[in-house]
């Protein structure tokens, strides 16, 4: 608009130009944003009108008025995107637009809209310092400003603005390249993935997120790629090959995107490529406008393209080493953490399970592996692992969890021994030999788990299989719920019996031994007993077993040792001399490296005669036939130590070996001696054993000799020592010296 009271001056101002538009208008864009800050109203009329015309870049110019310091700022504050502010140096003071320059820069902190300043008295210039500290964009005297000039003067500024902008925008949107991009390389899930690209690439074009993902694998043919994931109305085409899809212009961006890398265009969208270092790639769609790119530097683009390249080759990593932590590498199946994983999920609410975990433990895997090599034992494997894989419905998971044990998960129906056990009923070819392979099975419901949490069903298995196991080999068992009562119970006795090494708890009594003959003390028996702070007695029978299972029987052993030569060497010293001591030691302690030295430190340290010292071993020891075993056998032996054999008959004895074996004395277990019968006493089995002993040239003893009549046939079996509450309990030590004191006497009247 023209106004008829332009003067002399500005009717140089709005002198028409006709140079030709900086570029021409294709369509109807944002436009650019001016202030024109000048308290004379013409020329804000005579600027609209000199720029009325104008495009720079494909946009018009809008203006915004204001006629005073305050006003320009007030309008600042409200308005985004001013791109340039025509500005009066001189309004209500000298300075008045000095100090909206200095406001505008310091307190409102805009740093990329330009600034022109202008003036109609050239008297007033700022100072050329001002022009620098405040960052401003030009100074013209009104008189110079023709139209030719200030569309010029604009279209440097509007440049320069874009410049700044695009500067601006590009540091801003690396620093959210690289913040968002590494949130979404972790992410597992393949969809929420690509939704998490996507959504990147809509964030850089600032549009809505409505496109798709098509991906390229690296084993796909060429030109090949599925749409993966879609928004909104492309939700539809996901699954299908984009060039069959009818994507129409979308697919075709994309696939030339696909061929010339970068970011390509079509009139509903841009197409971008990402390429992963196997050869596989993404193509992103979004549905967006080029001037929606106005913003973007090419350099962003391919620092874009580059970060989410380098994305998705971590997450291809990821995904080799997620691979790897959760499969089986020999068998390809899902390993022990996978399964944990799942039933760690799985476990929750406990309403819903009705599902059974089985462990599958092959029978003698070691043994396989041991005589015909490691390559028949992973054929074995394999062949197993494919057998249980077609024998099962995908509903079912099937794992690996240790070297020779499987674990089925699965509804009840399917995972239960009529399922699995014909798995097992015919040979499986195994390198060309028909193998007939056992296994033992555990079985948990999951709903019979007590405990919270998928380690607990797993560990709810282990205990069924090792129930079967510790019975039989080759059978199958349950979990039950009393199993972890019973482990519970068993780690709370251990506890407390590590705290009774450390404390008084535990103490040894001493049950005599005598001759059968003349009834003269012979011998001491040393036995360990646990008194529980609480003051209550528990059976070595329920403890010794538990310190067996972990290992702290060895120094449960080695403490008894001590205590018993200690008393051994304080009867010497009162003269009892010829008694000798029995002291029980375990197959678990006996088969520790250490045992040996341990024993040898031991009678060294408390002095002790060891001729005297006689050690009580199971008949399991006593035919073992490993190597090492013989020789500490015989070692002890050496050192005149005494052997005899505990509790003989309940076990499993070779007469040849025994024969060989050279101990001392064999101990008939009590059982024996509490069936003896007076009419077949000959026949019995405490009869055999005092005549084997006979012939071996071995000394008999029987414990639990309770009654005066069993003592009396033993005797005339021919066995020569018993021990018994008829001669004596265990007891403590004062209570023995008391007891050795009556014996004697006793014995002498
Ligand atoms: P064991 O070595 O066969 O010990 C004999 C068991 O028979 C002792 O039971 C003893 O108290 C009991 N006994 C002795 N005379 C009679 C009798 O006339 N009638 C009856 N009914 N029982 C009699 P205790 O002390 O309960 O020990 C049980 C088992 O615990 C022992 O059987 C032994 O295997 C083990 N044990 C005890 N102390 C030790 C130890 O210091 N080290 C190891 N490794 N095992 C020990
Ligand atoms: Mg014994
Ligand atoms: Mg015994």
Redesign the pocket.
Known sequence: MVSDQHNEHDASFIEFCDEEPVIAALEEPARWRILIVDDDESVHRSVAFALRDMLFLDRKLEFLDAYSAHEALGILRREPDIAAILLDVVMESEHAGLAVVKKIRDELGIADTRIILHTGQPGFAPEISAICDYDINDYRTKSELTRNHLCTCIAAALRAYRQIRRIDTSRHHLRRIIQTGSVSIGEVDEQKFYQGVLGLFAGLLDVATIGFVAVHRSQDPVGKADVSLGTSHYAQWVGHDLGQAGLADAAGVCLRAAQSGGMQWCALGAALKVSAQDGGYLLLFVEAQQSAAEWLDDTVIETFVGHLGSCLDNRLLLQRLNHDAHFDRLLGLPNRRYLSELLEARCTPRSEQALTLALIDIDDFGGFNEALGQAFGDALLKGLGARLRAGLPQVVTLARISADIFAVLGPNERVCPETLLPMFALPLSVLGEETMVSVSLGLTRLADVESEGGAAVLEAAFQALRAVKSQQRGQLGWYTPEMSRRTHERVTLLAGLRQALRSTGLF??Y?PQVALDDGRLIGL?????WRTEAGDFI???RF?PVA?QSGL?CE??CF?LREALTVLTTLRESGLDAVRMA????AV?FRDPDFLSELGDIIRSVGADSSKLEL?ITESVAMEDAAYVRASLDTIRQHGIQLAI??FGTGYSSLAQLKQLSVDRL?I??AFV?DLDEAAFEASIAGVIVQLGHKLGVEVIA????TLEQAALLRRMGCQEA????FG??MPLPDLLGWIRQHQAGRLH
């Open positions: 040894v009594v049950q028996e040393a036995l360990v007993r059976g070595p029978d010794i067996e029987i449960l052993g008894v002291v029980n030691v375990s302690q009580e505990d509790d101990k277990d009590r509490k414990e639990g000799v309770e021990q018994g509450y008829l309990r265990p």
